[in-house]
């Protein structure tokens, strides 16, 4: 990290935008919708992704994702941590070994190589803001035996979807 040590005139910010408008349906002005994930990469249904803040000049990125009702993330774990704030509608996930109903305005904290999906299953979007490291390890998909394990509890089982 660079020392806190003010510059001695301001940052030139006239070439960035530094604000982008909300155009309505957690859309925003600059902001491409992509593919949570390569197709193919990892099993999920459902899920559009947006970098709202990348990582220029941040040690932390910023991403909304919205998964379409009946739609899923990817069951997996990695190093790096997620900070979740739940922005829009209702569904449940996956942290670790238990599962959560969440909604609207919720905090979900997702602590280095836990286990972690996310399902919108109660009929409507789920969208949320997930803050990440910029520099991070990728995904870890669950082996066979690590299946089995999870599946041990009736209520992880009946959730999870690979
Ligand atoms: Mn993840």
Do not use: N
């Not at 030139?12 to 935008?17: C, E, I, Q, S």
């Not at 990582?55 to 998964?67: C, D, K, P, T």
């Not at 996310?118 to 520099?135: I, N, Q, T």
Request: hydrophobic share 45%; proline share 5%.
């Amino acid at each position: 990290m660079s020392a806190a040590v003010p510059p001695a005139s301001s940052p030139d910010v006239g070439h960035l935008r530094c604000v982008r408008r909300a155009v309505g349906g957690f859309a925003w002005e600059g902001v491409d919708v992509l593919a949570y994930k390569d197709t193919g990469s990892a099993p999920f249904a459902g899920v559009k992704r947006q970098v709202l803040f990348d990582g220029a000049g941040r040690a932390s990125e910023l991403r909304y994702f919205e998964v379409a009702p009946g739609g899923h993330s990817t069951l997996e774990r990695h190093h790096h941590a997620h900070a979740v704030i739940v922005l829009r509608g209702r569904g449940r996930c996956l942290v670790g070994d238990s599962v959560h109903a969440i909604a609207a305005l919720d905090l979900v904290d997702v602590p280095g190589w836990t286990w972690h999906q996310f399902r919108a299953d109660a009929g409507e979007a789920l969208g949320f803001l997930c803050m990440v490291d910029s520099a991070r390890d990728t995904s870890v998909l669950p082996t066979e035996a690590e299946l089995v394990a999870l599946r041990r509890d009736p209520a992880v089982r009946d959730f999870l979807r690979v």
